[in-house]
């Protein structure tokens, strides 16, 4: 089984939909988790943190279940613009410093 | 404006021939990573490292070693380049437990 796991999609929206993305985490000793963006051919890039209480960025709102060992991703209103693919991500924050990534959602909004 | 970068965007390299990828960050950050990232695969960690002349070896180490000389720098070489060597490697860097940045990547194909 794989340590973070995600449905690879892709999801395809209409522009103004609301989409969400969940995640699923095997070690429950796992203490960080993100969301990161990536755009084709270019770097991660974080997108935010997500943290036990749940926490929003304008349009983006993410949330933490420690007792199913999962996070999720809700994005309002999508844009063309937020084609990309959403990784995520969890660190053990044990000696190792490691992030452990899943290997993507693939996210197309179309007009 | 924080900064990870790598030496080259594209490299075609032969078969044996020994390969050097460079990474530089300005932040300061004491714990710098090398990924290979490949279709279906996503992000898999090569090797890492917390301190200057410390290194610790990922998930897939085989074929690669590092080196760290400087706090600013960590280089991944390849000693003798092969073909399942093709892949998009990042670089990133992250201060201690801290999510990471990653530099724009560098491609590398090897005929």
């Known amino acids: 089984r794989k340590e973070v796991e995600q449905d690879p999609g892709p999801f395809n929206v209409p522009e103004g939909a609301t989409v969400a993305f969940n995640c699923t985490y095997s070690n429950s000793a796992s203490q960080s988790f993100f969301w990161y963006r990536q755009d084709c051919r270019k770097e991660p890039k974080l997108l935010m943190s997500?943290?036990?209480s749940g926490n929003e960025d304008g349009r983006f709102t993410a949330q933490l279940n420690r007792a199913s060992q999962y996070i999720s991703l809700l994005i309002r209103d999508s844009k063309l613009s937020d084609s990309a693919t959403y990784l995520c991500?969890?660190?053990?924050?044990?000696?190792?410093?490691?992030?452990?990534f899943g290997s993507g959602t693939r996210l197309l909004v179309r007009p | 404006d924080v900064k990870v970068t790598q030496s080259s965007r594209y490299l075609v390299k032969r078969t044996g021939e020994k390969v050097f990828l460079e990474c530089v960050q300005d932040m300061d950050h004491e714990n710098m990573f090398w990924y290979r990232q490949d279709p279906g695969l996503g992000l898999r960690l090569i090797y890492f490292s917390y301190d200057v002349k410390m290194k610790e070896k990922g998930d897939i180490p085989e074929g690669y070693s590092v080196s760290r000389e400087k706090k600013e720098r960590f280089s991944l070489i390849l000693e003798s380049a092969s073909t399942n060597q093709t892949s998009m490697y990042l670089c990133?860097?992250?201060?201690?437990?801290?999510?990471?940045?990653f530099g724009p990547g560098t491609r590398l194909t090897v005929l």
């Open positions: 990133a860097s992250s201060a201690q437990g801290s999510f990471q940045f």
């Open positions: 991500v969890v660190n053990l924050m044990d000696s190792s410093y490691k992030l452990i």
């Open positions: 997500v943290y036990s």
